[in-house]
């Protein structure tokens, strides 16, 4: 592999948002490239595989013969590769690429990233939102430039432009102009007077350096590069990297070496192709067997304790602590209800599952005894972000659960849990929120294990049971017919309820969310104790309902879920049970019946979300829409 250089501190200086209350991120898609092939190919090969992020126009550009060219457009990347077709941009191995997502200015190919500056010599793409941008963008009325968007990146675009004018370099000017920035953003640059180079700035939104051999890449997400390499750099808060094919350089916004840390991807460009399967939701909904069994591997010590990924709190401190508090937004949030049955039944600690958004604005009541856990996939969703840092401020201890390596919620975190989900290329998370499931299991348990609420060979049973899912989830996604043709019977159906008691009550709100994601109709769920305090009013004639039925012997819970199924089919519903196999009177009382594999009561959720995922994701494929990328949604799209 060629020579690098690598400029490096021993401690890095991350700087901080100059307003923590008010942080927008719009994950939009970003690719850099420097090195000897064609690189519009190579951009847009990456933009297409952060399809899945969300975005409403796309463009490229690139440097060659000393000069800047662009090409961008509205709606899906297809119009960009048709425009490439037509007109294509000069050969180049230096090129940056985008895909939008319009936050100021709507989504036309004006506003559509590259942005270049008024003298032409830069271009730049940018994730996130410049606050202070009316305050700039007068600031360049006063010299004269006028912006042709109605965008906030121009004028970061056209700031820049003013700065290499000066005579510095590319790598000075944008630490210059990210120094007069606020808010969130990744930027991304090149100069057509230096056309060997690509320079980024990062400051609370997602970017990754990718290693290649005599090339080297930039992005949002590795996703962009995995067919290219599979070695990559984080980057830190308010740093600065500049690229070259050969070369790489770090710094912060003050201009100082920074640390950074190389890491290696352990998935490989299969796992990010849809391998068959008409929607990446389902090939993901396939994978969660292995996705599971990898986020259980290696867990456990040469004694067989537990052990976590990166712990920085010491065992007494866990064992002082006096009220954990799980915070997470969406899909995550319900895997936190999931996670407040497992800790307080193993562990005997008070648990409350909040809102990210809502956390920090209520004013909670967290201190030095508090754990608070944070469940987020991507590790940079802006209200868990905020939330954990007020709980930092309250110095609180933060345990983080995610998916992603080296993100900023982890690394602000005193210890992390990764599952081993790999890309979650759907928007709507079907193995991210099993693999966090687990990881809240994980969590509880080892609770257990330091404060010393379960036994060894208790924890070790437990552990033997998860062990056995995988296995469980292999057998029911072998028999999905029955789920695929009450898909067909009920899709025109416009609206259908969930229920559930104990932890069937998150995976039918998880259910809920999964049909509203994907189909576009009307479905709640609620916890079925509540029926006759409101919901019942809903129920009518055919009406499906979904009844997540707890395993028989769960105390008198079993025998109240048959109350509410008879009940509800009084009304002339059709009543849809996920049941224990071999549970007889779920089979007296239902209309149908979804056989789910024998587990632990605690653990059920973890394969009767299954069928539903499965049903959502059928459903929606009937009535012909995008299960990829439903409207209005995108992956990690966060407004806080």
Same mark, same amino acid.
């Given at each position: 592999?060629?020579?690098?250089?690598?400029?490096?501190?021993?401690?890095?200086?991350?700087?901080?948002?100059?307003?923590?209350?008010?942080?927008?991120?719009?994950?939009?898609?970003?690719?850099?490239?420097?090195?000897?092939?064609?690189?519009?190919?190579?951009?847009?090969?990456?933009?297409?595989?952060? !399809?899945?992020?969300?975005?409403?126009?796309?463009?490229?550009?690139?440097?060659?013969?000393?000069?800047?060219?662009?090409?961008?457009?509205?709606?899906?990347?297809?119009?960009?590769?048709?425009?490439?077709?037509?007109?294509?941009?000069?050969?180049?191995?230096?090129?940056?690429?985008?895909?939008?997502?319009?936050?100021?200015?709507?989504?036309?190919?004006?506003?559509?990233?590259?942005?270049?500056?008024?003298?032409?010599?830069?271009?730049?793409?940018?994730?996130?939102?410049?606050?202070?941008?009316?305050?700039?963008?007068?600031?360049?009325?006063?010299?004269?430039?006028?912006? *042709?968007?109605?965008?906030?990146?121009?004028?970061?675009?056209?700031?820049?432009?003013?700065? *290499?004018?000066?005579?510095?370099?590319?790598?000075?000017?944008?630490? &210059?102009?990210?120094?007069?920035?606020?808010?969130?953003?990744?930027?991304?640059?090149?100069?057509?007077?230096?056309?060997? &180079?690509?320079?980024?700035?990062?400051?609370?939104?997602?970017?990754?350096?990718?290693?290649?051999?005599?090339?080297?890449?930039?992005?949002?997400? *590795?996703?962009?590069?995995?067919?290219?390499?599979?070695?990559?750099?984080?980057?830190?808060?308010?740093?600065?990297?500049?690229?070259?094919?050969?070369?790489? !350089?770090?710094?912060?916004?003050?201009?100082?070496?920074?640390?950074?840390?190389?890491?290696?991807?352990?998935?490989?460009?299969?796992?990010?192709?849809?391998?068959?399967?008409?929607?990446?939701?389902?090939?993901?909904?396939?994978?969660?067997?292995?996705?599971?069994?990898?986020?259980?591997?290696?867990?456990?010590?040469?004694?067989?304790?537990?052990?976590?990924?990166?712990?920085?709190?010491?065992?007494?401190?866990?064992?002082?602590?006096?009220?954990?508090?799980?915070?997470?937004?969406?899909?995550?949030?319900?895997?936190?209800?999931?996670?407040?049955?497992?800790?307080?039944?193993?562990?005997?600690?008070?648990?409350?599952?909040?809102?990210?958004?809502?956390?920090?604005?209520?004013?909670?009541?967290?201190?030095?005894?508090?754990?608070? *856990?944070?469940?987020?996939?991507?590790?940079?969703?802006?209200?868990?972000?905020?939330?954990?840092?007020?709980?930092? !401020?309250?110095?609180?201890?933060?345990?983080?659960?995610?998916?992603?390596?080296?993100?900023?919620?982890?690394?602000?975190?005193?210890?992390?849990?990764?599952?081993?989900?790999?890309?979650?290329?759907?928007?709507?998370?079907?193995?991210?929120?099993?693999?966090?499931?687990?990881?809240?299991?994980?969590?509880?348990?080892?609770?257990?294990?330091?404060?010393?609420?379960?036994?060894?060979?208790?924890?070790?049973?437990?552990?033997?049971?998860?062990?056995?899912?995988?296995?469980?989830? !292999?057998?029911?996604?072998?028999?999905?017919?029955?789920?695929?043709?009450?898909?067909?019977?009920?899709?025109?159906?416009?609206?259908?309820?969930?229920?559930?008691?104990?932890?069937?009550?998150?995976?039918?709100?998880?259910?809920?969310?999964?049909?509203?994601?994907?189909?576009?109709?009307?479905?709640?769920?609620?916890?079925?104790?509540?029926l006759k305090h409101g919901p019942i009013a809903l129920i009518e004639d055919q009406l499906?309902?979904?009844?997540?039925?707890?395993?028989?012997?769960?105390?008198?819970?079993?025998?109240?879920?048959?109350?509410?199924?008879?009940?509800?089919?009084?009304?002339?519903?059709?009543?849809?049970?996920?049941?224990?196999?071999?549970?007889?009177?779920?089979?007296?009382?239902?209309?149908?019946?979804?056989?789910?594999?024998?587990?632990?009561?605690?653990?059920?959720?973890?394969?009767?979300?299954?069928?539903?995922?499965?049903?959502?994701?059928?459903?929606?494929?009937?009535?012909?829409?995008?299960?990829?990328?439903?409207?209005?949604?995108?992956?990690?799209?966060?407004?806080?």
């Amino acid at each position: 592999m060629a020579e690098r250089l690598l400029r490096l501190a021993d401690v890095a200086k991350p700087g901080r948002l100059r307003d923590p209350t008010r942080t927008v991120f719009a994950m939009c898609g970003i690719v850099g490239y420097a090195g000897p092939k064609s690189a519009v190919d190579l951009v847009v090969e990456g933009l297409r595989r952060l !399809e899945y992020r969300g975005y409403d126009s796309a463009g490229v550009s690139v440097v060659a013969d000393g000069e800047l060219s662009v090409a961008k457009r509205a709606g899906k990347l297809v119009n960009l590769e048709k425009e490439l077709a037509e007109t294509p941009l000069p050969v180049s191995g230096l090129a940056i690429g985008h895909t939008r997502w319009a936050t100021h200015g709507g989504p036309t190919d004006v506003n559509a990233h590259p942005h270049r500056s008024s003298n032409g010599r830069v271009a730049v793409v940018h994730n996130g939102i410049i606050e202070n941008f009316a305050v700039l963008r007068a600031e360049l009325a006063e010299a004269g430039i006028t912006p *042709v968007s109605a965008t906030d990146t121009e004028i970061a675009a056209q700031l820049l432009g003013l700065e *290499v004018a000066k005579g510095g370099d590319l790598t000075g000017a944008l630490r &210059t102009v990210c120094n007069r920035l606020e808010g969130a953003f990744t930027l991304v640059a090149v100069d057509c007077e230096q056309p060997d &180079t690509v320079v980024a700035a990062r400051r609370n939104s997602p970017l990754v350096v990718g290693l290649g051999d005599g090339e080297n890449f930039l992005a949002s997400d *590795v996703a962009a590069f995995i067919g290219h390499t599979r070695e990559a750099v984080e980057l830190g808060q308010d740093q600065i990297v500049t690229i070259t094919a050969t070369t790489f !350089e770090v710094e912060t916004f003050t201009g100082e070496p920074a640390t950074v840390r190389p890491y290696h991807v352990s998935w490989d460009l299969s796992a990010a192709e849809k391998g068959g399967f008409d929607w990446f939701m389902r090939k993901e909904i396939y994978e969660q067997p292995k996705a599971v069994a990898d986020t259980l591997l290696g867990r456990q010590d040469e004694s067989g304790a537990l052990r976590l990924d990166e712990l920085r709190i010491a065992p007494e401190e866990l064992r002082a602590v006096d009220k954990i508090v799980v915070i997470a937004c969406g899909t995550s949030f319900y895997a936190g209800m999931v996670a407040k049955y497992a800790i307080e039944h193993w562990t005997r600690v008070p648990c409350e599952v909040e809102l990210a958004s809502e956390f920090r604005y209520r004013d909670p009541i967290v201190g030095p005894t508090t754990l608070v *856990v944070t469940i987020s996939q991507s590790g940079e969703t802006a209200d868990t972000l905020m939330a954990i840092r007020h709980a930092r !401020e309250q110095k609180a201890r933060v345990l983080a659960i995610c998916n992603t390596n080296g993100s900023t919620i982890p690394r602000e975190s005193d210890a992390v849990i990764y599952t081993h989900a790999g890309p979650e290329i759907g928007v709507a998370s079907t193995k991210g929120f099993l693999t966090q499931l687990v990881a809240c299991y994980l969590l509880a348990l080892y609770l257990a294990q330091v404060r010393g609420t379960k036994f060894g060979d208790e924890i070790a049973l437990l552990i033997e049971e998860l062990e056995k899912i995988p296995a469980a989830i !292999e057998r029911q996604l072998a028999d999905m017919d029955g789920v695929l043709q009450l898909a067909s019977d009920f899709a025109e159906s416009p609206s259908v309820l969930f229920l559930g008691r104990h932890v069937g009550y998150p995976v039918a709100l998880e259910g809920a969310l999964k049909l509203k994601e994907l189909a576009y109709i009307h479905a709640e769920g609620f916890a079925a104790g509540e029926l006759k305090h409101g919901p019942i009013a809903l129920i009518e004639d055919q009406l499906p309902v979904f009844v997540v039925m707890p395993p028989p012997g769960r105390d008198l819970v079993h025998e109240k879920v048959i109350s509410n199924i008879a009940e509800i089919r009084a009304r002339g519903a059709r009543t849809i049970v996920l049941a224990e196999e071999d549970d007889l009177d779920a089979v007296r009382h239902a209309d149908v019946v979804i056989a789910l594999p024998k587990v632990p009561t605690l653990l059920q959720p973890l394969v009767a979300i299954v069928p539903l995922q499965v049903f959502a994701c059928e459903l929606a494929t009937r009535k012909g829409h995008d299960v990829d990328q439903p409207r209005n949604l995108a992956k990690s799209v966060t407004v806080e």
